[in-house]
């Protein structure tokens, strides 16, 4: 990638954003107001690659349970699981709760802020260290998620698709550049809520950005032209057969290890135990779309005389499913 060039007045660029900010950003979400650190981590975590209308629930339910630090760290992780289940990639919800964990023992309960330290920690990436650093302690730390590389790529008409070192140096390079001296946690937000509310990946609200007057795909007329998108191919598609064996008003869960699809979450089995008589197909051919997959799925009712006993396996009344972390596309059909 080309040095990219700014070809404005950036104190003018600053101020224009936190104007736009100051009457049209948004200012009643749950995380913010006295910018409580762990409030800011939380919600820096939950939503990556999750949008924010979708966050707001889950987050005022996880508060509601754990309203401190040393709340998520003395939790268990089942439970952490299930006030996680649904919002997916739930890696990050393993990790907040190492993290949580590690907080408490090696910084007395508090979020450090030194960029290093929360480098350091499970699940805590440059732009999201940034985030709780600009925002909840007031430094100048420029952020780099989807919603800036969006903006920077439109603004500025950068001809490449901004993926691998060459371009997160580059994109890196103009944020700090951009990122003012001070008012860190507007400007911070600022950035976010112009990309997710304005300045979005489909139908961009060109009419009311306070950036048009400088955005060179606009005077260009190819605002959705960017940013340059890699070739597209299509998505690997994978089938399972998940088994549900029921004993009276009990049904038969597995926890699924930590690594891989639905780590830390209970599921059916998905190999067949011998141990009942199939009874009929729950659902079958239904459809689930993960990031780099495309998973078929049937489910098979079994029904069982007595109760057996399997390895790393629970027998769950129907009563009480909810209270355990399932995966979105079983969950759908195994809570009423």
């Known amino acids: 990638m080309t040095e990219i060039n700014i070809h404005f007045n950036i104190s003018h660029y600053q101020s224009t954003l936190l104007k736009w900010f100051s009457q049209n950003g948004r200012h009643d979400l749950p995380w913010q107001g006295d910018f409580n650190p762990y409030h800011v981590w939380l919600s820096e975590i ?118 691998g070192a060459a371009s997160e140096k580059k994109l890196w390079q103009l944020a700090h550049k951009l990122m003012p001296k001070d008012k860190t946690q507007n400007y911070t937000q600022a950035q976010m809520d112009l990309g997710a509310t304005i300045c979005t990946r489909t139908k961009p609200k060109c009419g009311l950005c306070p950036l048009q007057g400088i955005c060179l795909s606009f005077a260009n007329n190819q605002v959705k032209q960017y940013p340059r998108k890699k070739e597209k191919r299509a998505k690997p598609v994978q089938s399972a ?47 689930h779309i993960f990031t780099h997959f495309e998973l078929y799925y049937d489910i098979k009712v079994y029904q069982l005389t007595q109760k057996a006993t399997i390895d790393n396996a629970y027998w769950v009344s129907k009563d009480n499913i909810k209270e355990y972390a399932l995966p979105a596309p079983l969950a759908k059909h195994l809570i009423c």
Not at 67 to 93: C, F, K, T
Not at 98 to 109: F, L, S
Not at 112 to 129: E, Q, V
Not at 257 to 273: C, D, H, Q, T, V
């Open 46 to 163: 939950m939503l990556q690659q999750t949008q924010v209308k979708t966050v707001i629930p889950y987050f005022l339910k996880f508060i509601d349970r754990f309203p401190h630090i040393s709340d998520l760290a003395q939790a268990n992780q089942d439970e952490v699981m299930q006030h996680w289940a649904g919002l997916g990639y739930y890696a990050r919800a393993r990790n907040l709760h190492k993290t949580a964990q590690v907080i408490c023992q090696k910084y007395n309960d508090v979020i450090p802020d030194r960029i290093d330290d929360l480098l350091a920690l499970p699940g805590i990436g440059r732009s999201t260290a940034h985030a709780i650093l600009s925002i909840a302690f007031k430094q100048v730390t420029p952020i780099m998620d989807g919603n800036v590389k969006r903006v920077f790529a439109r603004v500025f008409a950068i001809d490449e698709v901004l993926s």
């Open 241 to 287: 057969v998940f088994h549900l064996y029921q004993y009276q008003d009990e049904l038969l869960l597995i926890k699924k290890p930590n690594k891989g699809i639905w780590g830390g979450l209970y599921a059916l089995p998905e190999s067949a135990l011998h141990i009942g008589e199939y009874s009929h197909m729950l659902c079958e051919e239904q459809k």
